[in-house]
């Protein structure tokens, strides 16, 4: 069983910074891509940034400039580096995984639980 599991939200001061992880783990070929996004109360969700192969990197224009994702291949964790934080970035953040399960299957969507993120004084 595939699993995406999110660690590194919490509390944070505007203009500060948090890192958000995220493993994937279980039984799998590939991972072709994967992507934070978030969610405030009473808005969509969206997406905030996405890395494909581990190269190709793309932001929401909200947070370009502050945020950066990275991925450790060899791990199948993928990095969210939030900087200059503000209170509008307060929101739930899910991680987003496109997973190819063996090397014939289609790539398939799994998400993870999720992690809150709050930003304020």
């Known amino acids: 069983q595939v699993q995406l599991v999110e660690s590194g939200g919490g509390l944070v001061q505007p203009g500060g910074s948090l890192r958000l992880s995220c493993a994937a783990s279980?039984?799998?070929?590939?991972?072709?891509?994967m992507a934070w996004y978030r969610q405030a109360p009473g808005k969509e969700r969206e997406l905030v940034a996405s890395i494909i192969r581990g190269v190709t990197t793309n932001y929401a224009d909200s947070v370009k400039g502050r945020f950066s994702i990275s991925r450790d291949t060899a791990k199948n964790t993928v990095f969210l580096q939030m900087n200059s934080l503000k209170p509008e970035d307060t929101a739930v953040y899910y991680c987003?995984?496109?997973?190819?399960?063996?090397?014939?299957?289609?790539?398939?969507?799994?998400w993870g639980q999720g992690t809150q993120v709050t930003v304020s004084s």
């Open positions: 987003n995984a496109a997973i190819m399960k063996t090397v014939t299957s289609e790539s398939i969507t799994m």
């Open positions: 279980g039984s799998f070929f590939r991972i072709n891509a």
